[in-house]
């Protein structure tokens, strides 16, 4: 995260920020190394064998990036495009949040109904997709309707994978996992949202600066609109020559349109990860291993294992079969009845 925060300063080919990002590999080689040799690792590796694991660990990252990577620069392009306030920005956003609301809601109540979530998963990386790619058609004559639609169907979108990315996971691993497995999908997207804010951000600068450079603007004044970057507001306009005012909205709107195309990429992305994931049953009940061959249930955390046909217990651990019905126990090792 330092090295994306760092590329607006450094630039992606310094050598700075390349030390960081092979840094970065290296400590991340040896962390995995490391976790498979620790008895109680923080992340045990080994869950990624799991395809629904790994792919829903990995639709969480591209989901962060495009969630919060492209949504932050949504007032950006309210305030300093479009001229709205702060405040008026915010209520703006109120369609996005709106849809995301409503599929996130009506989805729990489907997935318990049909016992499934993927057709949610794939459904809505494909919406949000759609909804990311309309936000990049947006530019100086988009209306406050357009731009609520647009900002509605990605809400549909995000609000469909949301819910399912913690249950998929959930229903795969065993109970000693749960906590682990649930942490590593909530990590996924914190950190896909941390880079693509960095990320995201760099790629405004530089095409910013790009279309800065050629427009009639003084250099003087390029450079200090280069440097104000992503972080450009209305007050930043209210210092400009009156002239200079409509040159900067029209870079900024022709800069931000590969940041919104950028996110639907990698929600694009997601969205073929979805595709691949297997398609697998909710489960109700969970934690016990039943061997159908044997008809014996394992009890893994009091290591007992019951033989329902025989009504006979045996521990494991001192090798002592009760037999429920006599209340006699028997070691097998001895063959001794008391």
Request: glycine fraction near 10%; proline fraction near 5%.
């Given at each position: 995260m330092l090295a994306t925060s760092s590329i607006d300063d450094y630039g992606v080919t310094s050598t700075r920020i390349l030390a960081l990002l092979a840094t970065t590999a290296v400590f991340t080689v040896l962390f995995g190394i490391q976790e498979r040799r620790a008895s109680e690792p923080v992340f045990p590796v080994r869950l990624l064998r799991d395809r629904t694991v790994a792919g829903v660990d990995a639709l969480s990252f591209c989901v962060g990036v495009g969630m919060l990577g492209g949504t932050t620069y949504l007032p950006v392009f309210l305030q300093t495009v479009l001229g709205q306030s702060?405040?008026?920005s915010g209520l703006l956003l109120l369609p996005l949040v709106g849809g995301l609301m409503l599929t996130n809601f009506a989805t729990g109540q489907l997935m318990?109904?049909?016992?499934?979530?993927?057709?949610?998963?794939?459904?809505?990386?494909g919406v949000a997709a759609v909804g990311y790619y309309l936000f990049s058609t947006m530019g100086v004559g988009t209306t406050h309707l357009e731009s609520a639609a647009f900002m509605f169907v990605a809400g549909l979108?995000?609000?469909?994978?949301?819910?399912?990315?913690?249950?998929?996971?959930?229903?795969?691993?065993?109970?000693?996992?749960?906590?682990?497995?649930t942490t590593s999908v909530t990590f996924s997207r914190s950190l896909g949202s941390a880079i693509g804010v960095s990320v995201f951000g760099a790629v405004l600068t530089s095409r910013l600066a790009a279309r800065l450079a050629a427009s009639d603007l003084s250099p003087a004044a390029t450079r200090e609109l280069a440097?104000?970057?992503s972080n450009l507001s209305p007050q930043v306009l209210a210092d400009l020559p009156p002239d200079a005012v409509p040159v900067v909205r029209t870079a900024l709107a022709h800069s931000i349109d590969l940041l919104f195309l950028t996110g639907a990429l990698i929600i694009a992305i997601g969205f073929l990860v979805a595709l691949s994931l297997p398609s697998v049953e909710l489960g109700e009940d969970a934690n016990v291993q039943i061997d159908?061959?044997?008809?014996?249930?394992?009890d893994e955390d009091a290591n007992v294992q019951t033989d329902e046909d025989a009504n006979v217990q045996i521990d494991e651990d001192t090798n002592v079969q009760i037999d429920e019905d006599t209340n006699v126990q028997t070691d097998e090792d001895?063959?001794?009845?008391?």
């Open positions: 702060a405040t008026n318990t109904r049909i016992g499934r979530y993927k057709p949610f998963t794939v459904a809505g990386t979108g995000l609000g469909f994978v949301m819910p399912t990315l913690t249950v998929a996971v959930q229903n795969v691993v065993e109970r000693s996992d749960l906590g682990v497995a440097d104000a970057g159908e061959d044997a008809n014996v249930q394992t001895n063959r001794e009845s008391p």
